[in-house]
Every structure is written in structure tokens, then in C-alpha cells.
């Protein structure tokens, strides 16, 4: 159990904090739940030492391709690892609350932009009775906050691949 968010901030740095939309709160990649020693240290060989890193290597599906196949982590994780990356740009959003957020099916900085902050708050304590991911719940003040914070940053995640441009060329007709 984690208290949250708190206590993580010790190892946060803080990034052009007079501007909130481009502020960059970057965490060591240990403060990321679910990423065993042998990811960390394959990430670290990779010079991918902090979530802001990681965020921005596997910001696309086609990145997130390209470092699959030098790490061999799967796709699907990094792209897990990735999201939460995200989710700790938002001041005051440690591991322990992106679990809970994860929890209730908030995968997404994208996903939060658009949440009632009293039904997330709701649903996270619901959440947090059944697993205790953290020791205390997020107020719904901060809950307001996180969406509002979510609503200012620039995504910096894609979901698909870009395309590649129009083609060129002719169509194949009916009877070709």
C-alpha cells in the first residue's frame, strides 16, 4: 500500500514550474508500479532513466515498436508504462493514486480530462475499500484539480499509427 502520491515527490523534479501546461514532473523509472528489476535495468542500458524518458520513447505506437524490440518488453506494457508515465505529469499524482485512477478504468490522462470529479472520487473510495491501493484517498478538491491540470497539458500520447499521407496512385477498378 503507498500513500499515494505524497511521499514520491522527494524524487520528482520539477520542470518549468511558471508555466502549469508545459510543467514536466519526472520521476526515476523505479517509481513506476509494475516494471521488475530486469525492465529497469534493460530501460536504464537504454539511457531511459525517468518517466519523462520513457514517456517520450514510447509516445507512439511506431516508437513504442522500435523500443519494444530493443528491450523486449511487449508493446502492450510499455504502452501501460507509458500511460502512467502520463499520469504522473499531473502535479501531485504519485504511483499509488495512477493505480487507483488504472483501477477504476482511468488508463489515461486523455480518459481524466473527461470525468465528473465527484463520481471519480466516489469510485475511487469505492476502489480503495475493496483493494487499499493507498493509505489516503484523494479529497475530491484534488480530484478537481488533477482534471483541471489534465485539461491544460498537452497530450503527448498517440493511440494509432499516423497515417502515411494520401497515396498516390491509381484505384483498381471493379473489373481490373
Not at 523534479?13 to 520521476?27: A, I
Not at 505529469?89 to 482511468?106: N, T
Not at 471519480?120 to 476502489?127: D, I, P, S, V
Amino acid at each position: 500500500m503507498t500513500n499515494g502520491g505524497s511521499g514520491a515527490l522527494a524524487g520528482a523534479r520539477w520542470m518549468d514550474e511558471g508555466n502549469e501546461e508545459n510543467s514536466m514532473t519526472s520521476y526515476p523509472i523505479t517509481h513506476i508500479d509494475g516494471l521488475d528489476a530486469n525492465e529497469i535495468k534493460t530501460l536504464k542500458s537504454l539511457g531511459i532513466r525517468t518517466t519523462e524518458r520513457l514517456l517520450d520513447e514510447a509516445k507512439s505506437p511506431k516508437a513504442r515498436r522500435r523500443l519494444a524490440e530493443k528491450c523486449g518488453i511487449n508493446e502492450k506494457r510499455l504502452l501501460r508504462f507509458a500511460n502512467a508515465c502520463d499520469h504522473m505529469r499531473i502535479k501531485g499524482m504519485g504511483k499509488g493514486y495512477v493505480g487507483l485512477l488504472q483501477e477504476v478504468g482511468v488508463d489515461t490522462v486523455r480518459e481524466l480530462r473527461y470525468r465528473k470529479p465527484e463520481n471519480l472520487a466516489r469510485a475511487m473510495a469505492e476502489a480503495n475499500k475493496k483493494k487499499r491501493l493507498v493509505r489516503f484517498l484523494p479529497s475530491e478538491k484534488l480530484v478537481v484539480r488533477w482534471i483541471e491540470h489534465a485539461k491544460k497539458l498537452p497530450l503527448k500520447i498517440s493511440y494509432k499509427d499516423q497515417a502515411e499521407g494520401p497515396r498516390l496512385g491509381r484505384r483498381k477498378s471493379a473489373d481490373a
